[in-house]
């Protein structure tokens, strides 16, 4: 069975920084991608960032590559997202997530993912 589960969300101030982690078990990511996605009240599943489990490509959504930066530990089987110079619009849940390389063609679109984690809230304060 497939866990995915977040931690590292908290509370910070606006230009402060956190450090998501995502442990993941329950079957060899080798073939897969692992990616964060966030969600704020009201408003759709946002691609944030992706990054081949195998390899380390990493691709990252336009409003968020200068400050915040994906990364994986094949070893520990985690994946987490460096968030630098937090702004207020960045609260939101984030989850981590994992899909198949084969078929996540559109890493913005949350249905090509197979797996979720529980989500992280991260609220920033102005």
């Known amino acids: 069975q497939v866990q995915l589960v977040e931690s590292g969300g908290g509370l910070v101030q606006a230009g402060g920084s956190l450090r998501l982690s995502c442990a993941a078990s329950?079957?060899?990511?080798?073939?897969?991608?692992m990616g964060w996605f966030r969600q704020a009240p009201g408003k759709a599943r946002e691609f944030v960032a992706a990054?081949?489990?195998?390899?380390?490509?990493?691709y990252s959504a336009d409003s968020t590559k200068d400050r915040f930066t994906i990364s994986r530990d094949n070893a520990e089987n985690a994946l987490y997202l460096q968030m630098n110079s937090l702004k207020p619009e960045d609260t939101a849940v984030y989850y981590c997530?994992?899909?198949?390389?084969?078929?996540?063609?559109?890493?913005?679109?949350?249905?090509?993912?197979?797996?979720w984690g529980q989500g992280t809230q991260v609220t920033v304060s102005s």
């Open positions: 990054v081949t489990w195998i390899g380390g490509t990493t």
């Open positions: 329950g079957r060899s990511f080798n073939r897969y991608v």
């Open positions: 997530t994992a899909g198949a390389i084969d078929y996540v063609v559109n890493f913005y679109s949350e249905h090509e993912w197979t797996y």
